[in-house]
């Protein structure tokens, strides 16, 4: 069962920028603490950024200060800007809720590409 739709992913060069969506349906995101994700071949899948249904948010040191959480309640969509971007920052993002395991963030959506370039 898809529960989100995950998008704006692309190629782009090293400082480029991108904006990711996550378009939820089934349940409201600003009742659910939810959290971008991501995996890289070969490394282990890293919660990049969650927001809360407080609207709290958080970030890993990794992303701190380039990239940027928000939501649309209207929506029923979060968000993930990402300026500044590293060929580090290549991997396959997801949205789901915080404390998701990895090998079920498929079951959520399919996942949007990002692929960064020097």
């Known amino acids: 069962e898809v529960l989100v739709v995950e998008s704006g992913g692309g190629s782009v060069e090293t400082g480029g920028s991108l904006r990711l969506s996550c378009a939820a349906s089934g349940f409201r995101v600003d009742e659910t603490h939810m959290g971008w994700y991501r995996q890289a071949p070969g490394n282990e899948c890293e919660l990049v950024s969650r927001?809360?249904?407080?609207?709290?948010?958080h970030y890993a040191d990794s992303v701190k200060g380039r990239f940027t959480i928000s939501r649309d309640n209207a929506k029923n969509t979060v968000y993930l800007q990402m300026t500044s971007l590293k060929p580090d920052d290549t991997a396959v993002y997801h949205c789901a809720a915080v404390g998701v395991e990895c090998r079920a963030l498929s079951n959520w959506g399919q996942g949007t590409q990002v692929t960064v370039s020097s």
């Open positions: 927001i809360r249904s407080d609207s709290s948010t």
